[in-house]
DNA sequence: AACCTCACCGATACTACTCTCGGCGAAATC
DNA sequence: GATTTCGCCGAGAGTAGTATCGGTGAGGTT
């Protein structure tokens, strides 16, 4: 009873109210990639959809009800991808050249999506819109996993304290990461290999950590000191 | 010919104005500073400095003729407070206590001024509005800054790909120290100590860029393998 | 005192957006 | 084939901001 014919070119309903609304979603995805997201509005998103303004209503109940599903796809995209790379290299044996590839990979993967890779740093302090909300958790959910693997190739995890300090770490390197990604796309650093030096450089130092305390307090490292010469 | 008496209780129109005129940029700062510049207007703007809608076309040509000078006194104001200390501190004998005053000022100075810091970082990447220009003027110089800082204390910039180099380390000191001060700010790493040490951390890193090449290729570092343990 | 100047402002024309309403027409149902 | 459903849409009421204009009154000038 549901169906009677299917194959010639009248579409039913349900599948016509789909494409609009997958037109409308794929609309402000361009919209937003494009940059400035600013001048977004519903009605600029149905008219660059090529549907009526009333329409964008009978899919979303307004803006923020389309942004939100479509930052969580944007970024959750990104994220597994980094996510998915990660798992392999982690799963890898581990030498010098594998924590090469494995500062490659993101580099490589944000430098291939610029445009939700920028969008992510643009809206990800601004309070406002699903998509800042969306961003802040892709960057917590990154840090997490990081953190995971940093536990998974035995940096202490025990106390609260060293716990935050691997949160710590992560941060520090999602951000030198995304800072020399983000040169990268705008000219100034062509060459990712230099890149990854540079991420290996700082991880040479951030390693130090793991050796670093088994349960003092904070001054270890303060006591050895080491005078720079000039 | 132009003064006859100054001191009763009416203001002369000169200095009206000029009230007029503070008031409006002091709202404007304020409503920037508490977030959520979305919704900044030039009509909210002297809503909130007590003047009429017009008034606030007497002073400005419009909203972004506003935010330019103020954008640029807030970050400047920033800027500055950074590099003077900076500078003291590169005054100052080197060692390992002083290099972690070097890394402790800057944390300071950016979890003293949130609003602004926050600003800085929201309006980073947005293209638009003259705060955007200005916020990246604050980043660029702050970069430069720190990689003439570098070159005194001793590092190689003889090269384009040597000052390159320099500029990422700048960039990942500045990044590191923004996403620390941020988890700070956030309530996450409430102890500043132990954020300077992991400043410190990334520095003994970047650090062996200094010895790491005079003129030779990239493969230096890739060349001095070593298999990281478990 | 008479006059001029101008900082300030209410009113307003314009523009741009949000969201609703009534209805058209084709798919769905009988 | 008749009837119902519903995806779509043009029109429009409501809201909000921009920038201008003419006028008012107190500072400034003679």
Do not use: C
């Not at 361009?30 to 001048?39: K, N, P, V």
């Not at 924590?99 to 490659?104: A, G």
């Not at 130092?205 to 080491?226: F, H, S, V």
């Amino acid at each position: 009873m549901p169906r009677k014919r299917a194959l010639a070119t009248p579409l039913t309903r349900q599948e016509s109210k789909r494409r609009t609304r997958a037109r409308l979603l794929e609309a402000a995805r361009q919209m937003i990639l494009a940059g400035d997201e600013s001048r977004l509005s519903a009605k600029a998103v149905a008219t660059r959809a090529g549907v009526g303004g009333a329409t964008f209503y009978e899919h979303f109940r307004n803006l923020q009800d389309l942004l939100r599903p479509l930052a969580d796809e944007l970024f959750d995209d990104l994220r597994e991808a980094l996510r998915k790379r990660r798992r392999e290299a982690l799963a890898a044996p581990r030498n010098e050249e594998r924590l090469r590839e494995q500062f490659r990979t993101p580099l490589e993967i944000l430098a291939a999506s610029p445009g939700v890779f920028r969008l992510a740093l643009r809206v990800r302090h601004n309070s406002v819109s699903a998509l800042g909300e969306s961003s802040r958790k892709l960057a917590g959910n990154t840090r997490g996993d990081l953190v995971g693997e940093f536990v998974d190739r035995g940096y202490p995890a025990r106390t609260a304290d060293e716990r935050r300090r691997l949160e710590m770490i992560a941060d520090i390197h999602i951000a030198a990461t995304e800072a020399l990604a983000l040169g990268h796309l705008s000219g100034r650093y062509p060459d990712v290999d230099e890149l990854v030096d540079m991420l290996v450089l700082v991880t040479r130092g951030t390693r130090l950590a793991r050796e670093w305390r088994g349960a003092a307090g904070a001054p270890a490292l303060r006591q050895d000191r080491e005078a720079s010469g000039s």
